[in-house]
């Protein structure tokens, strides 16, 4: 990875993680402080904050993204009907529950970015193929699979459809911040900005990058997961 780099000038290639959860997840206990550690520790230029359905922890990291050197790129991972969608570059969480395509082009419409995280995995809440339409690039590397499958054929659907490709590592633990990434060429004259990432992601100058989890990790996500799904009915 190359470092953080978000005040210097002219095209350069930034290490992204664009998909990353805090304790504002029902699913996560990760705190901000611990994301953005992290992510400095690994040479992270940038990382997006992408809680389910919320956009709680956001405020808490534009104020102190600054002491960690990493660039606070907000988002959202969204619950719509046919699966879940990044919204990438807002503010405010779309509305949950209406079709994909209909949320990606909400998402459009506010300038923001719509990526398919996890494409097809249905028990992670994947989207079909015949629900992918009008989003801007799809997750073709998420660190969170034993054996790459799916991620092979996500790499596959987004090069026969001509849509961007990238990574995120889908982290709910800090130890797993940065494991995939998506290094994104950025046109940044006027230094390094989140319109500057996205621009650079809109306009397929994107490569994913990673490893996947090993086993143990794989399982401990999922029992932390339903941990947390109990407590929260308790």
Request: charged letters at 20%.
């Given at each position: ?45 940038a990382v997006a ?54 949320t990606a082009r ?112 794989y399982l401990r ?14």
């Open positions: 990875m190359s470092g953080p780099a978000q005040d210097s000038r002219g095209p350069q290639t930034l290490a992204v993680d664009l998909h990353v959860h805090t304790d504002a997840s029902y699913d996560c206990e990760m705190s901000v402080e611990a994301v953005l550690a992290r992510a400095a520790a690994v040479g992270l230029d904050i992408t809680d389910h359905d919320s956009v709680g922890a956001l405020s808490r990291a534009f104020d102190i993204a600054h002491e960690y050197g990493v660039r606070v790129v907000p988002g959202v991972e969204v619950s719509t009907g046919d699966g879940h969608l990044l919204a990438l570059g807002v503010d405010d969480p779309p509305a949950t529950g209406r079709p994909l395509s209909e909400a998402v459009r419409e506010s300038g923001g970015l719509a990526v398919v995280p996890h494409p097809f995995q249905t028990f992670r809440h994947g989207a079909s193929r015949r629900a992918i339409r009008d989003v801007d690039a799809v997750e073709v590397y998420n660190a969170h699979t034993l054996t790459g499958f799916r991620n092979g054929q996500a790499r596959r659907y987004a090069r026969r459809q001509g849509l961007p490709g990238t990574g995120g590592s889908d982290a709910h633990r800090p130890a797993l911040v940065g494991q995939a990434y998506t290094a994104v060429s950025v046109e940044a004259d006027g230094g390094v900005t989140t319109d500057a990432i996205l621009d650079g992601i809109r306009a397929g100058r994107t490569v994913a990058r990673g490893t996947r989890t090993t086993a143990r990790q996500k999922y029992a932390l997961n339903a941990r947390l799904k109990t407590a929260s009915f308790l």
